[in-house]
């Protein structure tokens, strides 16, 4: 069974626009971590942002906040006043266990201008 | 600090070839990671080390072995290569400290082609 689930394999957003990315999971730890990802076209992994399970408020970096819905075990990334170095794959992924890591299989954002 | 490195970065084999990926990181990171990532598959894990001396199996580990024989080494064995072995290869690491989580630290990728 996917324990991380990205719905939307592709995105389109209008530049200044906000855009919400999203991210089910599923896991039956307690403790856990949830990240976001993103992968430019030139392929290198760059960290957004971090929601831990026992965390009671969002997480916010700068343009980016993570919609943490622990009853509905989604993590939705809301990008605000997208701009065009936004355009993306953005991975979604999920610490469980001790250490073990779990993505999803992304979601393709292009930034319009 | 030059974080995580990956050689090489990119790699073409014949079927039936053997190679050697090599990860380095010069952050004093306990754990680390192989990776391999795929059109459609996202990230899926390979095997990992929680420590010097120690492996442990991942996702899709057949047809992968693994050492680490140093703390800042990690490397990724193909015994006898695959044409569905063509992926990009990404190594992470994270320090794990003191009840805070850690984000990975991604090298920067390795293309390998088997044909």
């Known amino acids: 069974a996917q324990k991380i689930t990205q719905t939307q394999p592709g995105m389109f957003v209008q530049e200044k626009e906000a855009v919400t990315l999203d991210c089910t999971y599923d896991?039956?730890?307690?403790?856990?971590?949830l990240f976001w990802y993103k992968q430019p076209s030139s392929g290198e992994m760059i960290f957004l942002i971090y929601q831990g399970s026992y965390d009671e408020q969002n997480a916010t970096e700068g343009r980016y906040s993570l919609n943490f819905q622990k009853a509905r075990k989604s993590a939705n990334l809301v990008i605000s006043a997208s701009q065009l170095g936004d355009s993306a794959m953005y991975f979604c992924?999920?610490?469980?266990?001790?250490?073990?890591?779990?993505f999803g299989t992304g979601t393709r954002l292009k930034v319009l201008a | 600090n030059a974080g995580v490195t990956q050689t090489p970065k990119f790699r073409v084999l014949k079927t039936g070839q053997s190679m050697t990926l090599l990860c380095a990181q010069d952050?004093?990171?306990?754990?680390m990671y192989w990776y391999r990532q795929d059109p459609g598959m996202g990230l899926r894990l390979i095997h990992y080390s929680v420590g010097e001396g120690t492996t442990a199996k991942g996702e899709v580990p057949d047809g992968y072995n693994v050492s680490r024989l140093k703390k800042q080494n990690f490397l990724l064995g193909l015994e006898s290569a695959a044409p569905s072995q063509t992926s990009v290869y990404f190594c992470a690491s994270i320090f794990v400290a003191g009840g805070r989580e850690q984000e990975q630290y991604f090298g920067p990728g390795t293309r390998l082609t088997v044909t």
């Open positions: 896991t039956s730890d307690q403790s856990y971590g």
């Open positions: 992924a999920m610490r469980e266990g001790t250490y073990k890591y779990i």
């Open positions: 952050m004093n990171h306990e754990y």
